[in-house]
């Protein structure tokens, strides 16, 4: 018990110096793609999202990239989050010959905070552009054109309903202020551990 808690403190130590170090380093290239996905080379990022969730057992993940025009990323969103009971049944009724739950289908976007069985203002709501899986972990893809979902975003949600519908996932994070002119992309991953 004490080993683990002296590992736990030693690994935020070591988090937080090489985030000290590293500061808000970032990739810089001149032609971005519109839809980039995730800044690859960043270390700090890759720390915290293949070894911390490891250690604390963080199975769920959320990246959200904001891009302007010209492809310009203009915010990073790198958060965990939370799976609903709605989404654990979900989970659990796919391994069901035949499962009665349907499976997550839409991505919504919302202005509030605190959402448990659906988003607290949700602003947009879009079919999933793409959902993958890679062994246990399967990830789901949003996407939010120019025009769309515009407004200061604060929290997210994955449904099996392209209106109502069971709120598999949920998050909150930090405001992303969506012009009308910029993109907003969320990959989301579900690791069954």
Do not use: C
Request: hydrophobic share 45%.
């Amino acid at each position: 018990m004490i080993t683990d808690i002296l590992l736990t403190v030693l690994l935020v130590v070591v988090l937080v110096a090489l985030r000290a170090l590293l500061g808000s380093h970032r990739s810089v290239t001149s032609h971005a793609r519109a839809n980039s996905r995730v800044v690859r080379n960043n270390p700090i990022r890759w720390l915290l999202g293949h070894i911390a969730p490891r250690v604390f057992g963080a199975p769920l993940h959320f990246r959200g990239v904001l891009t302007g025009p010209g492809g310009v990323v203009k915010q990073q969103v790198h958060v965990y989050n939370t799976v609903t009971t709605a989404g654990l049944a979900g989970i659990a009724d796919q391994l069901l010959a035949s499962p009665s739950l349907n499976k997550p289908t839409h991505m919504a976007v919302g202005t509030g905070t605190g959402g448990t069985t659906s988003l607290t203002t949700e602003l947009d709501r879009n079919a999933l552009t793409s959902k993958t899986r890679a062994t246990a972990t399967v990830t789901m893809v949003g996407d939010w054109a120019a025009g769309d979902g515009t407004g200061a975003l604060t929290e997210a949600g994955v449904f099996d309903a392209a209106s109502a519908g069971n709120m598999w996932l949920y998050t909150t994070f930090s405001v992303v202020n969506k012009g009308a002119s910029d993109t907003f992309s969320i990959d989301w991953d579900l690791t069954i551990s």
